[in-house]
């Protein structure tokens, strides 16, 4: 094939000059396959068996009860970031960045992967599992994948069933943790607020009795004047603003209570699996030997061009 005649620019693929360089050096040629494609059967039938099949699961995050999930963060910004709560009513793109960044981090350490092994009850030991879990989080998306790899379909499912068992269970003992602690602070706050409020009650009382003796004191009785007592209702503006504001507080804090009693299973599992475990062939044997026969094929006769070409330099000397 000619540079002249070529139609697909500069470089192109001269068979003729790769037949006739690959019988110059076909022992070289022959070689090099051979070593090339024992690494790739050996990587077929001993290494790679271990990725056959592969279990995956899709994992999200709750974005359910937005509005509370804000009042509790602009509250307790230190617990909402402990229980992964969504600021701003509105779940981002950096907040999914930022928890589906913690995810891989904790279930690759070699501390959860132990407790992995434990769990599972088979013969396989740390370095293994750790080669065997792969996460995928590509960004900017509101899931994240957790795939495992085995060589039959059974343990590979049975794998990552162990692997999401286990960090749903350890992330909702620790939300439950932060949950317990929060729902006391707020229950402590509210106790607060009532006796707060219980003490401006009564001062409203005692400033209402003290206001109407004082009235009634001060009038002439000879002036047959009728008297209009004030009743409790009535209150000094500044008192008034400050019962005003407790109450107002002590509302919106109930509301938070409420909120977090009848949602206890979003604010201690807010991590969500959707759908079942997906079990695949990873690829098949037969398309692995096949891939290793070109690659032999394209190293091998890349490697004899550097061969001849070295060759050829030295005889020019």
Known sequence: MKNENNRYGAVAIDINNILTVSNKRKWWFTGIFLVILSIGLV???????DYQYRASTIVTLSTENLRFQRMISDEYPEEANSLWLIKGGKATNGYYNHYFGIIPQEINSEEFL??????LNMDINLRHLQRLVLTEYGGNVSFFIINTFYKNPEDAKKINETIIDTYTDQKEENFRKIYNELIGKVEEEIFILKEDLS???F???EYAISFNKELIENINIEDNIIIELKSTGYLPPELENEIERI???????????DNLVNNEKLYTSSIEIDGDIRVDENFTHFRNILLSVVAALVIGIIFIYIIDFIISIKNRR
């Open 203 to 205: 001062e409203a009382e």
């Open 247 to 257: 109450t107002g507080r002590y509302n919106y804090l109930r509301d938070i209570l």
């Open 43 to 49: 990587f077929n039938f001993f290494i790679a068996r």
């Open 199 to 201: 003490e401006l009650s």
């Open 114 to 119: 132990s407790e992995v092994i434990y769990n």
